[in-house]
């Protein structure tokens, strides 16, 4: 079972280009989210979705886009990354907002 | 005030003793409360849900709520090697459906 697919695993990026990190769910799960880990500060959230067509921003939102067109994909869009925006980025969904979250494999993401 | 607090550890206990886990969260209205178990390089995997107060237990884990406390923690009894991880405490609120996750707790169990 596929469950929750993020593309690409890891990627190195110029300061100053966008990217896009997609994440796709197979268990139509309504909410979705976007967090990013970083050593000695834990996932933090930084958008999330409670179903398709709604998005809202969570703890670390600045510097990031989210849409949410239907319910499997949700991808989350650096307009002109910076260094800051290094990091470990998860996809999670859940089947409600309030049951438990299953975790993508992550992106590895290295701005430079 | 963050939104989930865990002591960061690292939490060192040896084989086949028990692992005490804590964490407490700022919201009372959060509704859920979860126990994630993260391996280096790898993403989360859930171990527990909690909804309601009192003592939950799944095999060796056993997930503790008290919401008057504001009070989470997990108990892993008879810990192995193979329980070396980095373990995060994850709340979700009642309203907005936000999930907020701890820093986390490192837990290293030595044979």
Known sequence: TAGITQAPTSQILAAGRSMTLRCTQDMRHNAMYWYRQDLGLGLRLIHYSNTAGTTGKGEVPDGYSVSRANTDDFPLTLASAVPSQTSVYFCASSEQGWTEAFFGQGTRLTVV | ?111
């Open chain 2, 1 to 111: 005030q963050k939104e989930v607090e865990q002591n960061s550890g690292p939490l060192s206990v040896p084989e086949g003793a028990i692992a005490s886990l804590n964490c407490t969260y700022s919201d009372r209205g959060s509704q859920s409360f979860f126990w994630y178990r993260q391996y280096s390089g790898k993403s989360p995997e859930l171990i527990m849900f909690i909804y309601s107060n009192g003592d939950k237990e799944d095999g060796r884990f056993t997930a503790q709520l008290n919401k008057a406390s504001q009070y989470v923690s997990l108990l892993i009894r008879d810990s192995q090697p193979s329980d070396s991880a980095t373990y995060l405490c994850a709340v979700a609120r009642g309203t907005g459906n936000q999930f907020y996750f701890g820093t986390g707790t490192s837990l290293t169990v030595i044979p």
